[in-house]
Nanobody, 120 residues
Framework: QVQLVESGGGLVQPGGSLRLSCAASGNIFSINGMGWYRQAPGKQRELVAE???????NYADSVKGRFTISRDNAKNTVYLQMNSLKPEDTAVYYCNADVVVIAPYVHNYWGQGTQVTVSS
């Protein structure tokens, strides 16, 4: 079984910063793409940022220039550095990963989510 555990959420003032972490553990052969999604109340879950195993990245337009996704393959961990936070960034942030448990089969996993609240 594979688990994704997020950490780093919390309450921050507008203009502030937070760093989210997501560590994958369990029976892992390798991890392909990893990403962060978010879901605000009453809205659909949306992609925030994603990163391939080769560290190519993709961002939602709303966070470009403010958020940075990175990963440490040795630790099976993905990070999201969030700067210049805005109230509209308030949401539950979810980690997602495409994990190879037994090659070549890929399974998609979600973390439990971590709350980010941007408010003065």
């Amino acid at each position: 079984q594979v688990q994704l555990v997020e950490s780093g959420g919390g309450l921050v003032q507008p203009g502030g910063s937070l760093r989210l972490s997501c560590a994958a553990s369990g029976n892992i052969f390798s991890i392909n793409g990893m990403g962060w999604y978010r879901q605000a109340p009453g809205k659909q879950r949306e992609l925030v940022a994603e990163i391939t195993s080769g560290s190519s990245t993709n961002y939602a337009d709303s966070v470009k220039g403010r958020f940075t996704i990175s990963r440490d393959n040795a630790k099976n961990t993905v990070y999201l550095q969030m700067n210049s936070l805005k109230p509209e960034d308030t949401a539950v942030y979810y980690c997602n990963a495409d994990v190879v448990v037994i090659a070549p089969y890929v399974h998609n996993y979600w973390g439990q989510g971590t709350q980010v609240t941007v408010s003065s």
